[in-house]
């Protein structure tokens, strides 16, 4: 299949006059199980094989894709991204030269323990089950439950023509609970996930057998919290919220097409300052195991960690081949692609501040009367002007520097330069929990983290 596939590219370039072509094969299997309220929704697994062409020509992008690898398919699949390419450059208003990079070739592996295939289905099915009974015995105020198990294994081949040949295999694991209670006319809700790159080993752990009930008894708790107060508050941000700040309020500015666009708020800023020196956020696909980790970005570009602020000062953007070239800079390996059928277009992968010099206690400190909010239902990013809202899991009052009471229904609004510049300290305890990113109509796995930060003067939106 190699050799068809680089024949195919090769032709692509040289007699059918395509500036660059770039194919990406792809073979996984997909396992899905779904337990609400006590009974198995959905257990399924799927088979998904294809493969998906780019070709560039006059600054346009044609794309085609087929699940049908025969010899004369392959080469209509490349002939037909061609001529999309060539009707697309009819109408293309900015027209720019693709930079040359030199071809990298490797393999890259993950480090499984215990395979995933070898686990029975069964097997799958009762561990989903266990979370599910977990959550609806544990209280009377429990009214629905959503367990679920999610894994894809496989492989991906990209080949282009710059010379890539790259082979990267796909092992992820996730798994987590949603519990919804309701009591006397309040309905709360906890939640809880694990996930990583790997084998199954990762749904092993104590924490992966919990899910259920540790969920549950964070509902539960819920119904009896208070109202969020509202005003202006100094919050301290446990490392969940964090990196789901981070990454929606500061990355997704960060990515250079967003730049381009002209709708993101660090267009022309690199070198200036974004927040306090104590501040440093990196995307690192390459943190060994991470839901969102991965050695070569989907146009087999070899990744490294992006430093997008150093010591408060913005350091650079997300780039694709296309967004570097457009930039005259080095492409830095963020292209993905949601499987064959999707083109590659700049993601994050593990996004998080760095630690600071803080003890997490040391976080707390001199906060007289503030709000310490824990992780993130949802959240609304604007990255032209860098306006966000996040509704959090939970939070507690701080008084005199201790977490005290409970409360719900706390909601974080303000400027994300702003906050970047009035953080006041960083812990040095670092974690990260896995999730899924949405972007043009793609999703991704992707890995959100960071310590515990304080941050000044931060709207809280609450019921009192």
Known sequence: MDDLISKSVERGVGKLGAEFVEARFERTRGTGVLVVDGGPREVAGALNAGLGVRAFLDGAWGFSATTVLRGSLVEDTVKSAIKIAKK?????????KL?????????????????PQ???????????LELNKQATSFSSKVVNVNSFLGETIGHVTIINSFGAHVKKELSRMRAGTSVYVVDNGVRERGSEVVGGTGGYEILQSEAA????????????KLLDAEPAPSGK??????????????????????EADKVLAGSSIVEGKIGN?????????????TLEGLYGSFKYDDEGIPTRPRVLIEKGVLKGYLHSIETASRMNVDTNGAARAQDYSSTPIIRMSNTYIAAGGCKPDEVFEGVKHGIYAVGSEYGYVIPANGQFTFKCEYAHLIEDGEPKGLVRDTALSGLILEALNNVEA?????????????KSGQSVPVSTGGPHIRVANVVIGGMR
């Open 88 to 96: 697309a450059s009819e109408t293309t208003k900015e027209r720019f």
């Open 99 to 115: 930079r040359t990079i030199a071809g990298t070739e490797g393999v890259s592996d993950v480090l499984i323990k215990i395979k």
């Open 118 to 128: 070898d686990i029975p289905m069964t097997d799958k099915v009762k561990f989903v």
């Open 209 to 220: 057998h919990m899910l259920g009930q540790t969920a549950a008894e964070r509902a539960v």
């Open 233 to 254: 508050f100094t919050v301290v941000m446990d490392p969940r919220l964090v990196g789901v700040f981070i990454h929606e309020a500061f990355g997704h500015a960060c």
């Open 273 to 285: 300052k974004m927040g306090n020196e104590s501040v440093t956020a990196i995307d690192d696909p």
């Open 426 to 438: 960083v812990g040095k305890d670092v974690s990260f929990e896995p999730g899924v990113c949405g």
